[in-house]
């Protein structure tokens, strides 16, 4: 569904990304997992068109998609959760939501989409006059998700979705995930809680200064001792 | 009470006038974070707009509200042009460089049209005809009002409603204030930030042209280089009001006019010239810059991490 072949980024004179290629298929979960500076972000936003890359190519759905500008993808059936969230603070919940439908014409559906929303996260549902600047950190990325749902994406990019949230919070976020998933979304899933990302994701890929050190399913790569020694903790 | 009430009603005339101009600096500051230092030349740009079409329709020669109606609203699509233009021409190529680049762009853009309205339309005034027959209404005793200051007024008052109801009830004005808030996020939501922008820039150089006609309903000299001092004065009122904020652009705008004509009205009973009405908005500017740089109903959204 998606690939990334030899995908080189600079910013400026500092090359973020070296050559990463990578590829998601329907229906996966994949996860990126690595260090803070590792590139995971910069990744995400190359595949959405908010950098361009300086080698390599972008293809989704057998097209290359790279160079063209974010709000197409969009139209094509890619949606993100930006890191550190990017609600629209000076807006409503439900405008918020709304903004995620942009896309979208018909009424009815996006009554529906909201809908879906609010059940995914009845916390939403109870502060949608709110202004989004007032939610909680775990509310925002419930909202950021359920945002990035409203156009109704094939392929779903999730940066960093439980960065500083309570355990608890972090919980419902990725029940959140295994609900997407169920419904048939593929996801790609960037994360530093690589605990929880490998145990909810089928494989991943460990990106290191730029570079991808390692790939497999989740689980195998949950059992290597390296991982184990560098990501997990143990 | 007469002199206080017929100053407060010239205050708020030419208040209304800066409200107008005043809210194109703060949209296109909300959206870019650009000072468009242009924007009091579209002011200019407008007017000359409306003198053409008055008199190419022969609505000079024959006042009547019809012609002043498609005066006022040609002029506006002229200035929504000029100004998508410059968005698209002058700003949009520097806008992934630093925002002084911008800014200097924006110094450059202005001296552009007021030096090019040099050489088009002359560098002496001309006369804007008078649209609509003037008359003035007596209040009471010795305070009242002209027929153009009610107009100023309720044109400017159904524009502010207008843009209210814009940008807070639309889909299109929603996404401008998606847009401002977070241009990334935006883009993420599949918005053409680069329409918005331009859409935002049409609409504050409508609202600056429609400030241009009616000034020249009330004062009709009008001249290439107007929109000087106007929009250094109208920008002062967004400044006052809170850099990025609507209704504290409206605010500003009626403060800084009604200030500007009780200096007149007054000063000279304390000592002030009424030559130092220009110098208040400035004066205000160094004190809000010192003592409330957020502006009067500026304030910063708190982001949770």
Do not use: C
């Given at each position: 569904?998606?690939?990334?072949?030899?995908?080189?980024?600079?910013?400026?004179?500092?090359?973020?990304?070296?050559?990463?290629?990578?590829?998601?298929?329907?229906?996966?979960v994949?996860?990126?997992?690595?260090?803070?500076?590792?590139?995971?972000?910069?990744?995400?936003?190359t595949?959405?068109?908010?950098?361009?890359p300086?080698?390599?190519?972008?293809?989704?759905?057998?097209?290359e998609i790279?160079?063209l500008?974010?709000?197409?993808?969009?139209?094509?059936?890619?949606?993100?959760?930006?890191?550190?969230?990017?609600?629209?603070a000076n807006?409503?919940?439900?405008?918020?939501?709304?903004m995620?439908?942009?896309?979208?014409?018909?009424?009815?559906?996006?009554?529906?989409?909201?809908?879906?929303?609010?059940?995914?996260?009845?916390?939403l549902?109870?502060?949608?006059?709110?202004?989004?600047?007032?939610?909680?950190?775990?509310?925002?990325?419930?909202?950021?998700?359920?945002?990035?749902?409203?156009?109704?994406?094939?392929?779903?990019?999730?940066?960093?979705?439980s960065?500083?949230?309570?355990?608890?919070?972090?919980?419902?976020?990725?029940?959140?995930?295994?609900?997407?998933r169920?419904?048939?979304?593929?996801?790609?899933?960037?994360?530093?809680?690589?605990?929880?990302a490998?145990?909810?994701?089928?494989?991943?890929?460990?990106?290191?200064?730029?570079?991808?050190?390692?790939?497999?399913?989740?689980?195998?790569?949950?059992?290597?001792?390296?991982?184990?020694?560098?990501?997990?903790?143990? | 009470?007469?002199?206080?009430?017929?100053?407060l009603?010239?205050?708020?005339?030419?208040?209304?006038?800066?409200a107008?101009?005043?809210?194109?600096?703060?949209?296109?500051?909300g959206?870019?974070?650009?000072?468009?230092?242009?924007?009091?030349?579209?002011?200019m740009?407008?007017?000359?707009?409306?003198?053409?079409?008055?008199?190419?329709l022969?609505?000079?020669?024959?006042?009547?509200?019809?012609g002043?109606?498609?005066?006022?609203?040609?002029?506006?699509?002229v200035?929504?042009?000029?100004?998508?233009?410059i968005?698209?021409?002058?700003?949009?190529?520097?806008?992934?460089?630093?925002?002084?680049?911008?800014l200097?762009?924006?110094i450059?853009v202005?001296?552009?049209l007021?030096?090019?309205?040099?050489?088009?339309?002359?560098?002496?005034?001309?006369?804007?005809?008078?649209?609509?027959?003037?008359?003035?209404y007596?209040?009471?005793?010795?305070?009242a009002?002209?027929?153009?200051?009610?107009?100023?007024?309720?044109?400017?008052?159904?524009l502010?409603?207008?843009l209210?109801?814009?940008?807070?009830?639309?889909?299109?004005?929603?996404?401008?204030?998606?847009?401002?808030?977070?241009?990334?996020?935006?883009?993420?939501?599949?918005?053409?930030?680069?329409?918005?922008?331009?859409?935002?820039?049409?609409?504050?150089?409508?609202?600056?042209?429609?400030?241009?006609?009616?000034?020249?309903?009330?004062?009709?000299?009008?001249?290439?280089?107007?929109?000087?001092?106007?929009?250094?004065?109208?920008?002062?009122a967004?400044?006052?009001?809170?850099i990025?904020n609507?209704?504290?652009?409206?605010?500003?705008?009626?403060l800084?006019?009604?200030?500007?004509?009780?200096?007149?009205?007054y000063?000279?009973?304390?000592?002030i010239?009424?030559t130092?009405?220009?110098?208040?908005?400035f004066?205000?500017?160094?004190?809000?810059?010192?003592?409330r740089p957020?502006?009067?109903?500026?304030?910063?959204?708190?982001?949770?991490?």
């Amino acid at each position: 569904m998606l690939t990334l072949e030899n995908i080189s980024v600079n910013y400026g004179a500092i090359e973020a990304l070296n050559g990463i290629t990578m590829h998601v298929e329907q229906g996966e979960v994949v996860t990126l997992i690595g260090a803070n500076g590792a590139g995971k972000t910069t990744t995400l936003r190359t595949i959405t068109g908010l950098l361009s890359p300086r080698a390599g190519r972008v293809l989704y759905e057998d097209e290359e998609i790279s160079g063209l500008p974010t709000h197409k993808l969009v139209a094509r059936g890619i949606s993100m959760s930006p890191e550190g969230r990017g609600v629209f603070a000076n807006l409503t919940v439900r405008e918020n939501l709304q903004m995620g439908a942009y896309l979208k014409k018909n009424k009815r559906e996006i009554a529906e989409d909201m809908e879906r929303a609010y059940t995914m996260f009845p916390r939403l549902k109870e502060r949608q006059s709110q202004k989004a600047g007032t939610l909680s950190g775990g509310e925002q990325q419930m909202l950021a998700m359920g945002r990035a749902l409203m156009s109704r994406p094939r392929l779903l990019l999730l940066d960093e979705p439980s960065l500083g949230l309570a355990p608890l919070v972090v919980h419902t976020i990725f029940q959140a995930i295994e609900d997407i998933r169920s419904k048939g979304t593929t996801i790609l899933l960037v994360e530093q809680n690589a605990n929880a990302a490998l145990r909810h994701s089928n494989r991943a890929y460990v990106l290191e200064t730029g570079q991808i050190v390692m790939e497999g399913a989740s689980q195998d790569l949950a059992a290597d001792p390296r991982i184990k020694e560098a990501y997990l903790g143990e | 009470m007469d002199t206080f009430v017929q100053q407060l009603i010239n205050g708020l005339t030419i208040g209304s006038i800066y409200a107008l101009i005043a809210l194109g600096y703060t949209m296109v500051y909300g959206i870019l974070r650009l000072i468009n230092f242009a924007h009091g030349d579209i002011y200019m740009v407008g007017a000359f707009a409306g003198f053409f079409i008055a008199h190419g329709l022969g609505f000079a020669a024959e006042p009547s509200l019809v012609g002043f109606a498609i005066t006022l609203l040609g002029s506006m699509l002229v200035a929504a042009l000029i100004g998508m233009a410059i968005e698209r021409f002058a700003y949009r190529p520097v806008r992934k460089y630093a925002r002084m680049t911008t800014l200097i762009t924006a110094i450059g853009v202005s001296l552009l049209l007021e030096n090019l309205g040099v050489v088009i339309f002359g560098g002496a005034p001309r006369s804007f005809p008078q649209l609509l027959q003037n008359q003035n209404y007596t209040l009471f005793g010795n305070a009242a009002i002209s027929k153009s200051q009610i107009l100023i007024f309720s044109v400017s008052i159904a524009l502010m409603l207008l843009l209210q109801w814009i940008i807070y009830r639309t889909k299109v004005g929603t996404a401008m204030r998606a847009v401002s808030f977070n241009l990334n996020s935006a883009k993420l939501m599949g918005i053409n930030t680069n329409l918005i922008i331009a859409f935002t820039f049409a609409l504050g150089s409508a609202l600056a042209a429609a400030g241009g006609v009616l000034t020249a309903q009330y004062n009709p000299q009008i001249y290439p280089l107007m929109g000087i001092i106007t929009g250094l004065k109208a920008f002062v009122a967004a400044v006052l009001g809170g850099i990025g904020n609507i209704p504290g652009a409206v605010l500003g705008g009626l403060l800084i006019g009604a200030a500007e004509t009780f200096v007149v009205g007054y000063g000279q009973s304390v000592g002030i010239p009424s030559t130092y009405r220009d110098a208040v908005a400035f004066s205000i500017l160094i004190l809000v810059l010192l003592f409330r740089p957020a502006g009067l109903l500026g304030s910063t959204v708190q982001e949770k991490v």
